[in-house]
């Protein structure tokens, strides 16, 4: 009661987040709406498209590619991205094939992680299989960074918002040369970093210059900053192998947000970030995906606990006040927060009671915040699940959501 009480009251003093301003247009971009969302205008979006047969979705896709296309980076400049695309096996309905984006969840930031280098996970294979059924076209964006130059900037709203309306704008572009038509009708479907990118498409969707049906969000990532504070404190006196899996967790998503806040600038160091123990396993964020990453945290603190008579006295993981740095203040509250202004289309999300990665009153007040701003939850839909089966247990409540909000007048 007492972990759940405290959690409760950092949440509950998280700062109320403003809405963002205005940007600069580039060559290929115009400002057209008054939250300064540029409009996708780059031309020729699609610069090559390979096969992907990491997964064999033949039943149901007629196709199944990595597509590379333009897009406007964090940086406010054109970048190259990748995505998978899949079309259904069956003939465009009248109007053409609505467009459903997959944001997927947390891989890293390394190159290797863009989940179109992989196999699909059971629950993405799952959804994904249901709504080609279904007759959509899946859009799945790695995301910018990610198998493409420069690094990933993990968790900031506007570059995975960016790379999802590019993409779809891309996609668009490359099935129209092939003859096979596509409705303007879209939406997002993501979970955990997806969930945040999705709700980033809700707020950027104006970009893509088409008719944006809604978003559905499964425990989707927000108010990084309180849970970070939080998590620390929840395991104060827990025993050492619980405290040493939460520390390497907490670890692992501080050292792929210091990555990616070098996607524009090189020069901020993981030592501003995390103390000389682990500064330079925190830096192999750049290198290794997620798991691996929390993994050599993992270890290490493991080892000091066993030569420290069970204990981590002595073992210092982060630098006193981070979060107040600058960078990566502008980051917590600004960069990879969603639904920082009022969102008019249709959202619906799913949150498990027992998340530990999302815990439910981070999305609580992500909910609080928004709907202070005019934005309205159409559900908001709760369940003992954990993180992951707050995905893979609601695969087919999900696909009703996107029919239902893909038929919507």
């Known amino acids: 009661m007492k972990m759940k009480l405290f959690m409760t009251s950092v949440l509950s003093t998280s700062l109320f987040l403003v809405a963002c301003g205005g940007e600069s247009s580039d060559d290929n971009s115009a400002i057209v709406d008054p939250s300064g969302t540029p409009t996708n205008n780059i031309k020729n979006p699609v610069i090559k498209v390979d096969a992907y047969t990491s997964t064999n979705l033949g039943s149901v896709a007629a196709e199944s590619s990595i597509l590379t296309y333009k897009m406007l980076g964090q940086s406010g400049q054109e970048v190259q991205a990748t ?27 390394a190159d290797a992680c863009a989940p179109s280098k992989a196999a699909l996970t059971d629950s993405t294979k799952d959804l994904i299989s249901k709504l080609l059924a279904a007759g959509y076209v899946v859009v799945a964006p790695d995301y910018e960074g990610l198998g493409t130059p420069g690094i990933h900037p993990f968790l900031n709203v506007k570059s995975e918002a960016f790379s999802i309306t590019d993409a779809v704008v891309a996609t668009r572009n490359y099935l129209s040369q092939r003859n096979l038509l596509t409705s303007k009708k879209w939406l997002t479907v993501g979970h955990s970093q997806g969930g945040n990118a999705a709700l980033g498409a809700a707020q950027y969707a104006s970009r893509a210059q088409l008719d944006y049906k809604g978003t559905v969000a499964v425990a989707p990532a927000s108010n990084l900053g309180s849970i970070l504070v939080a998590g620390e404190a929840q395991v104060t006196n827990a025993p050492i192998d619980i405290k040493i899996a939460t520390y390497a ?26 103390t000389s123990q682990i500064s330079s396993i925190a830096a192999q964020a750049e290198n290794l995906c997620s798991g691996p990453l929390y993994g050599i945290f993992y270890e290490g603190m493991s080892n000091y606990a066993k030569d420290h008579n069970g204990t981590l006295d002595g073992f210092t993981r982060t630098q006193p006040n981070f979060m107040a740095v600058p960078l990566v203040k502008t980051f917590l509250e600004k960069d990879s927060q969603p639904l920082q202004v009022k969102v008019t289309t ?48 609601n695969v087919d409540n999900i696909v009703g959501n996107v029919q239902t909000l893909l038929t919507a007048q």
């Open 83 to 109: 995505s998978l695309v899949f079309t259904p096996n069956t003939p465009p309905p009248v109007g053409g094939w609505p467009i459903v984006v997959w944001a997927h969840g947390t891989t890293g930031v």
């Open 249 to 274: 967790q907490l670890d692992t998503y501080t050292a792929l947000v210091t990555a990616g806040i070098r996607n524009t600038q090189p020069s901020f160091d993981y030592g501003q970030v995390f």
């Open 346 to 393: 249709p959202i619906i999300i799913y949150q498990g009671i027992a998340d530990p990665t999302v815990p439910k009153l981070a999305t609580d007040l992500l909910i609080f915040n928004a709907t202070t701003l005019g934005t309205k939850i159409n559900s908001y839909v709760t369940g003992n699940w954990d993180h992951n089966t707050a995905m893979s247990s």
